[in-house]
């Protein structure tokens, strides 16, 4: 049978690039597994039929067990991105691209970039997702659930040009080229340059997304073996959507009556500089009636990659074969925030008031309070007080306003190496992964000049055009990954199939920081922020797993696997070692602290029937058990920031918290009649719950307690969360998608039901269920009515029933607050697409 294509079985090794099947456009949806586990594919094209250019993380949200959301129709905006796989959290998963590893998806960048950076959406052949378990050879750190490997196409054996354009929503223009060279010599080379420019305006506010990249791939393939040179480019900026802050309710289910103003969105003021000044004070203090919710001036994220790696899968022989890959990427890059000088003064004045040490601490401004004086202030007047903000003020560019930035450097580099056996019945592969990253992030700030407006914008980076007024801090990361890893696939007897093997994983680590933060900048820091090494080495990390082929149709699998995640060496915040309070706390957890692990467990039923006259049933219902061990959380001495990764100002402390089980279930079909229509649906249910409440007092911070308090009231410093499930992960998702195929027409309509999400560790605040449906109409052109091989033209739209919600939501602190950003409204675009 061929094998179709919407979910497809994947078999394929991490080095065969090879795009999806010829016919996988009139394949409908099948749902598998991968050998032992559970995992499906989605190819080429049905990628583009959900929309052009979308990015391949976006392309995977109909899978099963799988939640994805972000703000734009693409899902290229990574500040507002989220994805969840079985309850494990983006940066719990691993992602591979043509199998080189792309990092752990967290916002603030230190080893890796997106899928969509990575490869042009036209140009990706497949998407695989594992939803329980990774392979064994999957070169990440971080696949604590599963893994989402992308894929890139490899060159056509044939001349050609591929030219799209897609226009729609919000000034939409997405220009799309690739140039095939075809079969060179003796028909063993073949090569392909590709290139896009993006752009579309942000849906509530004057900011343009998008920006241009370039893919180059290379094959020399005989009967010695295959070599493959790939090339990517991306320079992409992104105005960022600022998230709805939500304070939950009491215990008693009143809302907390501190803040009254909670918009739908909250859209940026550029480049209208003097309207927003008049939104803020002379002194640059934000409204105090919008708290939380104050609207920043802009915010960005700029991101420039540049990724190559070179291949030789050489055939040593008819069952043998050795693989062999070298990889390299440069990242630099920058998040920006321009916002009231107000939010961010208990930063800016320890650098910024030439008095500030000789200021008693109680004179010292708050939050959002630059010029005023504090009540407890008895050794300043208000005047006195009034002049030193007016002076920081004219320190920063007389706007009232101040840039926060954090900037990146990465320059990572390593090898991966597979040699395949195949003696008798026993597939046998040896595998290994190295990798050294060097990665820098500095915290800056910089003066946003009421004068030369031109000089902060949303498009430029700040350290190009000015000097910063100050570097907060920097830090700097040496990283070294290692894994190795063995496997044998044994083919028992015809229907029984055994898989069976370990990995290591070991990285050493060593982080610090040439420039330190000035006392008081940081809220909770008492001295400098801490430096040091930290180096795991797991060296036995086991998997077994069988597949059972009861009568050619049905199959029975199963598969246990244990699997690492290795800290997080970021430097510039978030919920690594290096950003703890105190150089005792990190000392502290560098010798008491444990990664966090995983034992899964899947079990499941496979079946594919034809029924004649074209009708066919693929189907799959999948059982998994997840043991999560030493759960890690990052504990905020100061709960604020923006949403997306980027701390405003506190440090954390950083303990284990604990143990998480979870059980779910997988069930998905795929019904065909023939040609003309099929129709797949995917049901998952997803019960993660914690296991004990933990600690969150200066003095008690130490992880879980060892007993159950209940309820949802913080009770002496212990955060109620045994027994609750996680938040932002729903318990109920649905997925569906209905195709009709009429003559050269096809239309596809896609519905996505995610089910109610607790937004508090303590589950006493939550966001409801919402169901988004999606349209594809698609119309093949005559192709010798416009002189091409081949003519397409597509409309697509989305949020079809422009349905309002909160897609993203970004967990605040246990007592305090939660994020939301909300669901983009309905978009169309039109595309045409041309071969020739």
Known sequence: MAAPAYAQQDQAAPSDEAGAPENAGDQAILVTAKQTRSATAIPASEIQKILPGVSPLKAIQTLPGVLYVTADPWGNNEQNAQIFIHGFAGNQLGYTMDGIPLGDQSYGNYNGLSPQRAVISENVARVVVSAGAGDLATPSNSNLGGTIETFSSDPTPSFGVTANQTVGSYNTSRTFLRLDTGLGKAGTDSAYFAITRHKAKAWDFNGWQGGWQGNAKYVHDDSVGKFTLYFDYNDMKQPNEDATVFFKPSAGGTATPVQLYTPYTKPFSYPDLGGYRSYINALGNSPAAVGSNYRNYYSDAQRTDHLTYARYEAKIADNIRLTNTIYYHHNDGVGVVAGPLGQSITTAQPYLDAGYAALPTNC????????????????????????????????????????????????????????????????????????????????????????????????????????????????????????????????????????????????????????????????????????????????FLPAVGATYDVNGHEEVYFNVQKNLRQYQAYLAGGGGPWFTGSQAAFNAFANDGKPESSWTYEAGLRTHRNFGGGIGLEAQVNYYHVDFSDRLLAISTNPGGIAGGQIAGGTSILVNVGDVKTNGVDAAFTLRFGRVFSFYNATSYNLSKYQSDYSSTATGIGGATSSCIGGYLVVGGVVPTCGKQLPGTPKWMNKSVATLNVGPIEAQLVGDYVGRRYTTYSNDASIGSYFLTSLSVGVDLPADMVGMKKAKLSLNVTNLGDIKGWSTISVGSATNSYSAYPIAPRQWFLTYSSQF
């Open 364 to 539: 010292r401004f708050a939050a959002n309070g630059n010029g005023v004086r504090p009540a407890a202030c008895t050794a300043r007047t208000d005047a006195q007080l009034a002049a030193v903000g007016a002076a920081m003020v004219a320190a920063t560019g007389g706007s009232g306003l101040i840039t926060r930035t954090t900037e990146y450097r990465i320059d990572r580099g390593g090898a991966i190496s597979s040699l395949n056996v195949e003696l008798g019945n026993h597939k046998i592969e040896l595998g290994g992964w190295f990798e050294h990253n060097s990665t820098t992030q500095w915290r800056r700030w910089y003066a946003v000049p009421v004068g030369s407006p031109e000089l902060s914008t949303p498009y430029i980076r700040p350290i190009r055009v000015m000097q910063p007024l100050f570097t907060q801090y920097q830090g700097e990361a040496r990283i070294n990954e290692l894994q190795l890893h063995i496997q044998d696939t044994w083919q028992v007897f015809e229907p029984l199939l055994v898989q069976f093997g370990f990995k290591t994983s070991a990285q050493w680590a060593n982080g610090w920081y040439p420039v330190q933060p000035k006392l008081g900048s940081l809220s909770g820091l008492t001295g400098g922020l801490p430096e040091g090494k930290i180096n795991t080495l797991k060296w």
